[in-house]
């Protein structure tokens, strides 16, 4: 009769708080390091394209391509071998949620209680970023930066970065 009991306890102990589990962040699917047109698969084409040179990174060679559309912005830089890469996703805009239901708009209990704790938290004169980088989901260098607004205690940005630069 014991057993089950002991069961119980064990399995409520084991059950994973907020935050714990594995950390994949994406927007409708699409994380970074996607091609181009995996971005137009998901979004739609861009309102407006833009190319912006690009010196002096660890890994970027040549030019960034700027995909902008309503309350995003999805950079794309080259790689060696011309391959071009998904590095940052911006997003401003409450109508493109996180697939984890972050969302533009949210309070700020709203994310620690679906995220847990970030890893660092950086103040600025807009607000408080809350920094989730080195994530098992995210890998070495990829990061999930959430800016909480300093006036309504809400999110501002979602921004997803391959922060090589």
Request: proline residues 7%.
């Amino acid at each position: 009769m014991l057993l089950p009991q002991f069961l119980a306890i064990v399995l409520i102990s084991q059950a994973p708080s907020p935050g714990s589990e594995k950390l994949d962040p994406s927007f409708k699917g699409l994380r970074l390091g996607a091609s181009k047109t995996a971005t137009v698969e998901k979004f739609g084409m861009p309102r407006k394209v833009t190319l912006e040179w690009n010196e002096g990174t660890i890994v970027g060679y040549g030019a960034r391509i700027v995909f902008a559309y309503p309350g995003a912005r999805f950079t794309f830089e080259e790689l060696k071998g011309g391959h071009e890469s998904l590095m940052t996703i911006e997003v401003w805009s409450p109508s493109i949620p996180l697939d984890q239901g972050i969302r533009v708009g949210m309070s700020k209990a709203e994310v620690l209680k679906i995220l847990g704790p970030p890893r660092s938290e950086n103040h600025a004169k807009s607000g408080t970023e809350f920094w989730y980088s080195g994530d098992p989901g995210l890998g070495d260098y990829n990061e999930l930066i959430i800016t909480i607004n300093k006036g309504t205690s809400k999110v501002s940005t979602i921004r997803l970065d391959s922060n090589f630069d």
